[in-house]
């Protein structure tokens, strides 16, 4: 059973940089997919980024694209999301999740990530 521990979220100004990390226990995690979730309140949680289990494969949102960047360094059993340019509407608890072990590309079935970190809050606000 994987446990997935995310860190570095905070309070920033908008225009600025943050950098989320996801660490991966229990379980081998190098062969799965994982990904970046998040949740402002009152709304759906959505993807913001996967990754695959080499990284050469990304998916972004089209509401991240171009500002965020996920990455992973398997030997340290963890996953990144480098945010840059922030935005007021970035603002919302993201989460780290454990998705299927695929051998090559991506998933972005939300339904397919079975392992959930308790998430980190990010606010965007001047």
């Known amino acids: 059973q994987v446990k997935l521990v995310e860190s570095g979220g905070g309070v920033v100004q908008p225009g600025t940089s943050l950098r989320l990390s996801c660490t991966a226990s229990?379980?081998?995690?190098?062969?799965?997919?994982m990904g970046w979730f998040r949740q402002a309140p009152g709304k759906e949680r959505e993807l913001v980024a996967v990754?695959?289990?080499?990284?050469?494969?990304?998916f972004y949102s089209e509401s991240v694209k171009g500002r965020f960047t996920i990455s992973r360094d398997n030997a340290k059993n963890t996953m990144y999301l480098q945010m840059n340019s922030l935005k007021p509407e970035d603002t919302a608890a993201y989460f780290c999740?454990?998705?299927?072990?695929?051998?090559?590309?991506?998933?972005?079935?939300?339904?397919?990530?079975?392992?959930w970190g308790q998430g980190t809050q990010v606010t965007v606000s001047s």
């Open positions: 999740a454990d998705g299927p072990a695929l051998r090559s590309g991506v998933t972005t079935e939300m339904r397919e990530f079975t392992a």
């Open positions: 990754i695959s289990w080499s990284g050469a494969s990304q």
């Open positions: 229990g379980r081998d995690t190098n062969w799965d997919v």
